[in-house]
């Protein structure tokens, strides 16, 4: 089987798609489609798949019983711009390779991310990685942001200052490297992943209390 070609896909390669107020996501190159999968499923299952006689019967038999192994088959490949809180949560569940723009060798942008009122909530109290669905008073909400943004930006300047000053905070000792991962709080990477792994981690980001950071699944 040769390469395959899906023209929904092609249509939107390297468009950028705005993701929160800094942040985009490009889809740059693909490998696979509907025909890989049920091509390895086929392989797998042999004769037990003939009574499913179209592709799309056999990809809705393997989602509606969770045999995802078929679906790694599709590789999707993005150039991200995140929160790097995002792009740590991303890297934690091990979907993807990934190549970030180093601030060993490039300076931070000075572009911070301030949440939206709307996606500011209380600590779940059930749940170590969710938000409670209680309602955030609106004046506590304008603290949040005021002073996520007070801080971001006295961080930034504190940086650019000793940065100009000649200190190595590249590869300084791990209290100033943290400094600079402080105010360099935005991650710009090269994605690979399994479209499998993706949707794993976009389902877990896009419940109703959980961390949402990623606004990639929205």
Same mark, same amino acid.
């Given at each position: +089987?040769?390469?395959?070609?899906?023209?929904?896909?092609?249509?939107? /390669?390297?468009? =950028?798609?705005?993701?929160?107020?800094?942040?985009?996501?490009?889809?740059?190159?693909?490998?696979? &489609?509907?025909?890989?999968?049920?091509?390895?499923?086929?392989?797998?299952? &042999? %004769?037990?798949?003939? %009574? /499913?006689?179209?592709?799309?019967?056999?990809?809705?038999?393997? +989602?509606?019983?969770?045999?995802?192994?078929?679906?790694? +088959?599709?590789?999707?490949?993005?150039?991200?711009?995140?929160?790097?809180?995002?792009?740590? *949560?991303?890297?934690?569940?091990?979907?993807?390779?990934?190549?970030?723009?180093?601030?060993?060798?490039?300076?931070? *942008?000075?572009?911070?991310?301030?949440?939206?009122?709307?996606?500011? $909530?209380?600590?779940?109290?059930?749940?170590?990685? $969710?938000?409670?669905?209680?309602?955030?008073?609106?004046?506590?909400?304008?603290?949040?942001?005021?002073?996520?943004?007070?801080?971001?930006?006295?961080?930034?300047? %504190?940086?650019?200052?000793?940065?100009?000053?000649?200190?190595? /905070?590249?590869?300084?000792?791990?209290?100033?490297?943290?400094?600079?991962?402080?105010?360099?709080?935005?991650?710009?990477?090269?994605?690979?992943?399994?479209?499998?792994?993706?949707?794993?981690?976009?389902? /877990?980001?896009?419940? =109703?209390?959980?961390?949402?950071?990623?606004?990639?699944?929205?």
């Amino acid at each position: +089987m040769g390469r395959v070609i899906i023209p929904e896909i092609e249509a939107i /390669l390297d468009k =950028e798609f705005k993701v929160l107020d800094h942040g985009y996501v490009i889809l740059v190159d693909y490998m696979g &489609g509907d025909e890989s999968i049920v091509q390895a499923a086929r392989v797998s299952y &042999g %004769k037990g798949t003939k %009574k /499913l006689s179209d592709d799309r019967g056999l990809i809705r038999y393997l +989602m509606r019983h969770d045999h995802t192994t078929p679906f790694e +088959m599709v590789e999707l490949k993005f150039h991200c711009k995140m929160p790097i809180f995002v792009a740590r *949560e991303w890297i934690r569940h091990r979907t993807a390779n990934v190549n970030e723009y180093s601030l060993r060798y490039s300076e931070p *942008e000075g572009d911070f991310y301030i949440p939206e009122a709307g996606q500011i $909530g209380f600590q779940s109290k059930d749940n170590k990685q $969710g938000r409670s669905l209680q309602e955030v008073p609106e004046e506590l909400k304008a603290k949040v942001q005021r002073y996520m943004k007070e801080i971001s930006e006295e961080a930034f300047k %504190k940086y650019q200052e000793l940065n100009q000053a000649g200190i190595a /905070l590249r590869n300084a000792p791990r209290n100033l490297r943290d400094f600079q991962r402080c105010v360099g709080n935005r991650a710009e990477e090269v994605s690979e992943v399994a479209q499998r792994a993706g949707d794993g981690v976009a389902d /877990l980001l896009q419940a =109703e209390s959980g961390p949402r950071g990623l606004g990639l699944a929205e």
